[in-house]
């Protein structure tokens, strides 16, 4: 069974429970499907991974999550929090960050895709869904080549 929220935020190392509740919403538009993978915190995985990095870094997601949040009257032309709006409505919003003429909001988008994909893609739990079956270490030489046309030498 997966962690709750309430659960995750209390292992947060470098986002606050506001933080974390807006990049969540923010990893579940970008990857909507990847919410249903039992045990898949993205959100959870993401501020552990940047833990350990600078703690300047740290700060310019924050900033990013909190222009991204509160910044949508002046960014975005609606009264609504990102986190407020219908699915529809958010679409929208990072579809105009996407392809917005202010590079800032273009790299901010591009740096929130990549954590969320990175995050997903270096899960273990996606990998089944996506059909990955996973690092060759530890499974041994020769690792499964049959049928895969690769001819292997067996050791001396």
Same mark, same amino acid.
């Given at each position: 069974?997966?962690?709750?929220?309430?659960?995750?935020?209390?292992? *947060?190392?470098?986002? =606050?429970?506001?933080?974390?509740?807006? +990049? @969540?919403?923010?990893?579940?538009?970008?990857?909507? /499907? &990847?919410?249903?993978?039992?045990?898949?915190?993205?959100?959870?995985?993401?501020?552990?991974? *940047?833990?350990?990095? =600078?703690?300047?870094?740290?700060?310019? +997601? @924050?900033?990013?999550?909190?222009?991204?949040?509160? /910044? &949508?009257?002046?960014?975005?032309?609606?009264?609504?929090?990102?986190?407020?709006?219908?699915?529809?409505?958010?679409?929208?919003?990072?579809?105009?960050?996407?392809?917005?003429?202010?590079?800032?909001?273009?790299?901010?988008?591009?740096?929130?895709?990549?954590?969320?994909?990175?995050?997903?893609?270096?899960?273990?739990?996606?990998?089944?869904?996506?059909?990955?079956?996973?690092?060759?270490?530890?499974?041994?030489?020769?690792?499964?080549?049959?049928?895969?046309?690769?001819?292997?030498?067996?050791?001396?």
């Amino acid at each position: 069974m997966g962690m709750s929220d309430a659960d995750s935020c209390a292992h *947060l190392q470098i986002l =606050s429970q506001s933080e974390y509740r807006i +990049l @969540k919403t923010i990893v579940r538009q970008i990857l909507p /499907g &990847a919410s249903e993978i039992q045990g898949l915190d993205l959100a959870q995985r993401i501020d552990s991974a *940047l833990a350990p990095a =600078s703690r300047k870094f740290g700060q310019d +997601l @924050k900033r990013l999550l909190f222009v991204f949040e509160y /910044g &949508a009257p002046l960014l975005g032309f609606t009264l609504k929090q990102f986190t407020q709006m219908s699915p529809e409505e958010k679409d929208r919003y990072l579809s105009g960050w996407e392809r917005s003429h202010l590079s800032f909001k273009r790299m901010g988008f591009q740096a929130l895709k990549r954590l969320a994909l990175a995050a997903f893609y270096g899960s273990d739990e996606s990998w089944n869904v996506i059909g990955y079956p996973g690092p060759w270490l530890n499974k041994g030489y020769p690792y499964d080549y049959q049928g895969k046309g690769i001819k292997t030498f067996p050791r001396n």
